[in-house]
């Protein structure tokens, strides 16, 4: 009874922010549609697909209502920009993800990647990287501008090191903060420090907004991880177990594997899954059994937590009381997405 | 006797113009060597060699140049950091053009994409598009890193045009002035734009930097398109006929095509040389040899000469006649290295 009353609360806050903020969100959009207009064959249509396909963005969201919190009428149409550009930073990295992956889908539409040849699809994402750039330029800010550009710099260390950091299980839970920080987390912090220098507010909120915005951001991506281990294989989508057969070590892994003796068959076991040679689909599932039974997730789940908690506290400083509970919402959201 | 005292006096300006700036150039070099110190494997060592190898550094010249013409030594730090951003933006592009064309070798020194996988390569050029982006930003100037970020977008047009009009033998030559405005001559008149812009030039010459540089630019693309046709195929390097080869066609081709009936010999020949299928050899040179004795090559020679003459002529406007010099001293060397 309480838990059905706790979810229809969650069901009309989520309404909430849709109800205030749709109209905002969309002119995000359409924003970020006109600067997608490009002249090149069949790119254009793809990547407008991608943007009308929508996605949650959250990130273009959480720039609009850091702003909101402060300076939000006056600094309207500098708020709309650095959202656009946002979600274009963010598209435009998801196109050369891709490109990397090989991945043939993207929010239900064919990828880029699936239809151009590699060189023109790594170009058009440098262009939406320029237009994303663009957008950044035009709020006239240069503190936005910086953040923009170290927040780039912070997505690609990200991306690096996940692709540097492979098949390693010794690694220390710090690079794996690091790692996950710069994939995920640095977006969102760069977010909601831009809405809340556009919008004005003192130094010290903008730090406790883009710390909450950054421990929200690691919370999503290790419940990400989580559910990589946790979903079940016969739904749609990935199988689980998609990282380890990609030697991908998330948090799960890495507690499971301090707490494996060296040598033992679990670590065995371990190193043969992420060694990134092909496995079986049975072995790959008694990993994945192995891992569930050894309380290594739960152990994730309460850093998770953690991260959580911590983050909400900072929400303290947020003078607009209306806006500290639009932006609670967000979190939800955040959280029940990933 | 004529022509050998004017070399000479060519020789002279040239390094006269290394005598002046060669102290600021190193400075622009360490500021791009610092931000290009990566914490991943091999990474750092092979871009540090591209940069180490130097080139000819026309770019970061360019930019120091516009504003040693007006407000120098007051705008100095800001200067070398424009430049050294103009010159990271130009390696960045380098690498993703590496990618694209699977090139082995740069300024002598093995590519990236040679020895780290494509995703890691297109990882590390969007690493070095932050940076860039980065040090435009660090100039505090808003108007600096606007021009910075149109001006990577008109760097990725003219190499998505470049590749989207591969094998078409009947553009407009205003298409071809588009796509090697964006492949060349942008980052060439943003580099002048920034320059000027921080040295607190007038709105008038600023734009005429931006003109002359544009100009040079294009004489410069024109030039190293017909070099394509002429250089000898003994040489060292790429052969002759190396974009023929490629599909891609340039000024001396299309004149070449616009002369030739429809259905005749010639434009079969030229249909099947740039069709992008093997052609042999023998073939390529029997259509090199039709284009050069069709006269063809003059006229792509006067289209670049008519483009350096309007260029030079606009230096006029420059009040400082030592810069203005040096200027024209950066042209010869920017024309004579393509």
């Keep these: 009874m309480a838990a059905g009353a706790g979810l229809k609360e969650d069901i009309q806050e989520s309404e909430r922010l849709q109800h205030v903020m749709g109209a905002d969100l969309e002119r995000v959009s359409q924003r970020v549609f006109e600067v997608t207009e490009l002249s090149y064959p069949v790119a254009s249509s793809i990547i407008h697909e991608i943007v009308l396909a929508g996605?949650?963005?959250?990130?273009?969201?959480?720039?609009?209502?850091?702003?909101?919190?402060?300076?939000?009428?006056?600094?309207?149409?500098?708020?709309?920009?650095?959202?656009?550009?946002?979600?274009?930073?963010h598209i435009a990295s998801l196109v050369h993800d891709d490109t990397i992956d090989r991945a043939a889908l993207r929010?239900?539409?064919?990828?880029l990647n699936s239809v151009m040849s590699t060189g023109?699809?790594?170009?058009?994402?440098?262009?939406?990287?320029?237009?994303?750039?663009?957008?950044?330029?035009?709020?006239?800010?240069?503190?936005?501008?910086?953040?923009?550009?170290?927040?780039?710099g912070q997505l690609c260390d990200g991306?690096?090191?996940?692709?540097?950091?492979?098949?390693k299980t010794d690694?220390?839970?710090?690079?794996?903060?690091?790692?996950?920080?710069?994939?995920?987390?640095?977006l969102f912090a760069g977010a909601a420090e831009m809405g809340a220098v556009l919008?004005?507010?003192?130094?010290?909120?903008?730090?406790?907004?883009r710390q909450f915005a950054s421990e929200i951001g690691l919370a999503f991506q290790i419940q990400d991880d989580i559910f990589d281990l946790t979903r079940d294989s016969e739904g749609l989508g990935k199988p689980?177990?998609?990282?380890?057969?990609?030697?991908?070590?998330?948090?799960?892994?890495?507690?499971?594997?301090?707490?494996?003796?060296?040598?033992?068959?679990?670590?065995r076991l371990l190193d043969h899954v992420v060694s990134g040679d092909d496995v079986a689909d049975d072995?790959?599932?008694?990993?994945?059994?192995?891992?569930?039974?050894?309380?290594?997730?739960?152990?994730?789940?309460?850093?998770?937590q953690q991260y959580q908690t911590l983050a909400r506290e900072r929400l303290a400083v947020v003078p607009h009381a209306d806006t500290r509970d639009l932006l609670g919402s967000w979190a939800d959201q955040a959280l029940a997405s990933a």
Excluded: W
């Design 55 to 89: 996605g949650k963005r959250l990130r273009p969201l959480l720039v609009l209502l850091a702003g909101r919190a402060y300076d939000y009428s006056e600094r309207f149409d500098e708020l709309i920009t650095a959202a656009a550009g946002v979600e274009l930073l």
């Design 240 to 267: 689980a177990g998609n990282d380890l057969r990609q030697g991908t070590v998330t948090l799960p892994t890495l507690l499971f594997a301090q707490r494996t003796a060296s040598g033992s068959a679990d670590a």
């Design 159 to 167: 991306q690096l090191l996940e692709l540097f950091d492979a098949h």
């Design 171 to 186: 690694q220390q839970i710090e690079t794996y903060i690091r790692r996950i920080y710069g994939k995920t987390a640095s």
């Design 199 to 209: 919008g004005r507010a003192p130094e010290s909120d903008i730090q406790q907004l």
């Design 107 to 111: 929010r239900g539409k064919p990828t």
């Design 283 to 304: 072995v790959v599932d008694e990993l994945i059994d192995r891992i569930r039974s050894s309380g290594a997730i739960d152990d994730a789940r309460a850093e998770a």
């Design 120 to 152: 023109a699809t790594i170009l058009v994402g440098d262009f939406l990287f320029a237009q994303s750039a663009m957008l950044a330029a035009r709020t006239g800010d240069v503190r936005v501008v910086s953040v923009f550009a170290s927040t780039l």
